[in-house]
């Protein structure tokens, strides 16, 4: 069985400020891990993902990510946060033995304040 | 040009009706989802078809009948609509099944049920 846990409901930073948003996970085999964005009345948005290598992963909109084993955590990071950064991100897993599914997280929603 | 399309966009209707929600991808990708988004905006995959073929059928009441007449449209029929159906319905697109890609998602229909 695969899960995902985003342990914050809701993030909160001031504009200018780094933003961390938290996503733990746990699957059989290799995992793949994604992050997505939903901004309101919108579909998913790719973010970035994890596939093999370099842990540090570079995405779209100046945000990366960080994937660490040990801690079974892959936390989403933006040095500086804007007010336009404000929605919902999605973290998502799929075990390398799971055929076509992701497991995606509850969702943490970013409040960016100007 | 519209990568993942859905129709309609929004969707009122009384209980016990029929419906359907339709999907379609020019990505050339050979793998669809429909998902589930509830209130709580957490997301549940139903389905997943690969090239036509049901890969993924999640513990959804069988009112619930997917279609995918080709690799390009996976189409969702609802019966017998009930209260709890309400919910945002997203249908999503990827290359591959066993694969790392990324999914990408449609804009989502918002069913109502009176």
């Known amino acids: 069985a695969q899960s995902v846990a985003q342990p914050e409901d809701q993030v909160n930073v001031a504009e200018g400020n780094p933003l961390t948003v938290k996503c733990t996970y746990s699957v059989s085999g290799n995992p793949y891990l994604f992050w997505y964005v939903q901004y309101p009345n919108r579909g998913l948005q790719f973010l970035l993902k994890?596939?093999?290598?370099?842990?540090l992963v570079k995405g779209s909109y100046g945000f990366e990510a960080e994937f660490n084993k040990s801690q079974t955590s892959f936390h989403l990071k933006k040095p500086s946060a804007l007010v336009s950064d404000s929605a919902l991100y999605f973290c998502a897993v799929r075990g390398t033995d799971s055929w076509g599914k992701f497991q995606f997280g509850a969702g943490t929603q970013v409040v960016v304040t100007p | 040009d519209t990568a993942v399309s859905q129709t309609p966009k929004y969707l009122v209707t009384q209980m016990g009706n029929d419906k359907s929600i339709k999907c379609e991808q020019n990505l050339g990708h050979d793998t669809m989802y429909w998902y589930k988004q509830d209130s709580k905006k957490f997301l549940k995959i139903m389905f997943s078809?690969?090239?036509?073929?049901?890969?993924i059928n999640e513990t959804v009441p069988n009112r619930f009948s997917p279609k995918s007449p080709d690799k390009a449209h996976l189409n969702l029929h609802i019966n017998s609509l009930e209260l709890g159906d309400s919910a945002v319905y997203f249908c999503?697109?990827?290359?591959?099944?066993?694969?790392?890609?990324?999914?990408?998602f449609g804009p989502g229909t918002r069913l109502t049920v009176l």
């Open positions: 078809y690969n090239n036509k073929e049901l890969i």
């Open positions: 994890y596939i093999t290598g370099d842990n």
């Open positions: 999503a697109s990827s290359q591959g099944g066993p694969t790392y890609n990324e999914q990408f």
